[in-house]
Nanobody, 132 residues
């Protein structure tokens, strides 16, 4: 059984920074296709950033490009999302996800309308609140 556990969320003022972590555990976890999503209450889950370690490919939504950075520590099996210059519109529940198997066109997968169809592992989410 694979588990993804997010941490690092919190409340910050506009312009502040947070670093989200997603620790993966479980037997033979070896996904090389992972991403971060966010969702506001009543809204759709939105792809924020993705990483395919097989090619070192990354993808960022236009709304976070230049402010967020996705990375992974393979030794620790941990995915990170460094978020700088936060804005009130970044307020959401943030989820990490990993693809179980298959190809990884990360830009396509992160922006797909139904990410749960492509990413089989999800964390429980961590809340990020940015005040103006």
């Amino acid at each position: 059984q694979v588990q993804l556990v997010e941490s690092g969320g919190g409340s910050v003022q506009s312009g502040g920074s947070l670093r989200l972590s997603c620790a993966a555990s479980g037997e033979s976890f070896s996904s090389n296709c992972m991403g971060w999503f966010r969702q506001v209450l009543g809204g759709k889950r939105e792809g924020v950033a993705g990483l395919y370690t097989g090619l070192g490919s990354t993808y960022y939504a236009d709304s976070v490009k230049g402010r967020f950075t996705i990375s992974r520590d393979n030794a620790e099996n941990t995915l990170y999302l460094q978020m700088n210059s936060l804005k009130p519109e970044d307020t959401a529940m943030y989820y990490c996800a990993a693809r179980r198997r298959g190809s990884c066109n990360i830009g396509y997968l992160i922006t797909a309308g139904t990410p749960s169809a492509f990413f089989g592992y999800w964390g429980q989410g961590t809340q990020v609140t940015v005040s103006s």
